[in-house]
């Protein structure tokens, strides 16, 4: 079975910058399209960015957009995102996320997913 591992969450100023890593199991991670969303304190889980096994379609919340960078590793089955400019509102657990069903955007065409990790952006 699959199990995704995040990493490199932290505390981080206004500004700064973090790079999270995703290590998966599986063979065939290849084949999945993988993708990170986030929930704050008091709010739902909304989508972040995600990558296409081939990596020839990524995808970006607009709140994210021109700051973060997702990209994926196949033969370290690892994913990441590199967060740039990050501003106290980016503040979340950050959670990696796979698809084999070739998902994008929306929740439920994940099928497996990691425990998070914290995300602090100090102002």
């Known amino acids: 079975q699959v199990q995704l591992v995040e990493s490199g969450g932290g505390l981080v100023q206004a500004g700064g910058s973090l790079r999270l890593s995703c290590a998966a199991s599986?063979?065939?991670?290849?084949?999945?399209?993988m993708g990170w969303f986030r929930q704050a304190p008091g709010k739902e889980r909304e989508f972040v960015a995600a990558?296409?096994?081939?990596?020839?379609?990524?995808y970006y919340a607009d709140s994210v957009k021109g700051r973060f960078f997702i990209s994926r590793d196949n033969a370290k089955n690892t994913v990441y995102l590199r967060m740039n400019s990050l501003k106290p509102e980016d503040t979340a657990v950050y959670y990696c996320?796979?698809?084999?069903?070739?998902?994008?955007?929306?929740?439920?065409?994940?099928?497996?997913w990691g425990q998070g990790t914290q995300v602090t952006v100090s102002s």
């Open positions: 996320a796979a698809s084999s069903r070739g998902g994008s955007s929306l929740l439920w065409e994940y099928d497996y």
């Open positions: 599986g063979r065939t991670f290849s084949s999945y399209t």
């Open positions: 990558i296409t096994w081939s990596a020839f379609r990524t």
